[in-house]
T-cell receptor, first 114, second 112 residues
């Protein structure tokens, strides 16, 4: 158990809908990262927050947004969903915000768009 | 841009065999290098890392050496166990941009 929790574990929705994925980092970790894992694209970094502020951005679509709240939990919002958004979404956390810090991954949320 | 190339799998070995999973990278500058492991149904776990050339990362019998001259970070283990069956990801991280770039992953299957 990494100490990172993600809810829900599974999500099934329809095209055009909007969903919110939630992540609670390990106690004491200030940084949260979001990743998308799919068969065709592999594991891709989406976005990083550090202590409430956006720190780094990857291949995140404009239809996707994220935020980190004062209690350090984070939410990833996916809107106008398309079939191709079906994937496993991971959250990871680390104590600091630099790339050499160990990132601890949650178990993931599996999103299926029908 | 920065990228990581891993050997394609699946790699199938018998228990106690020697393991090598090749990883090469392309990067501008001097990345840190990582190996992550993903067991079935779980998130990724950091296996080992190296932050500069000639560093050797090691953990749980796995080793990898950061070779700048060959831009490689091959993962090795002397004697694999069935419990090592998983997907292994090589990744690089640059301080600017502050993000990890992952390879495609290599499935390892160990038979008893």
């Amino acid at each position: 158990d990494s100490g990172v929790t993600q809810t829900p574990k599974h999500l099934i929705t329809a095209t055009g809908q909007r969903v919110t994925l939630r992540c609670s980092p390990r106690s004491g970790d200030l940084s949260v990262y979001w990743y998308q894992q799919s068969l065709d694209q592999g594991l891709q970094f989406l976005i990083q927050y550090y202590n409430g502020e956006e720190r780094a951005k990857g291949n995140i679509l404009e239809r996707f947004s994220a935020q980190q709240f004062p209690d350090l939990h984070s939410e990833l919002n996916l809107s106008s969903l398309e079939l191709g958004d079906s994937a496993l979404y991971f959250c990871a956390s680390s104590v600091g915000g630099i790339v050499t810090d160990t990132q601890y991954f949650g178990p993931g949320t599996r999103l299926t768009v029908l | 841009g920065n990228s990581v190339t891993q050997m394609e799998g699946p790699v199938t070995l018998s228990e106690e065999a020697f393991l090598t999973i090749n990883c090469t990278y392309t990067a501008t500058g001097y990345p840190s290098l990582f190996w992550y492991v993903q067991y079935p149904g779980e998130g990724l776990q950091l296996l080992l890392k190296a932050t500069k050339a000639d560093d050797k990362g090691s953990n749980k019998g796995f080793e990898a050496t950061y070779r700048k001259e060959t831009t490689s970070f091959h993962l090795e283990k002397g004697s694999v166990q069935v419990s090592d069956s998983a997907v292994y990801f090589c990744a690089l991280g640059m301080e600017y941009g502050n993000k990890l770039v992952f390879g495609a992953g290599t499935i390892l299957r160990v038979k008893s």
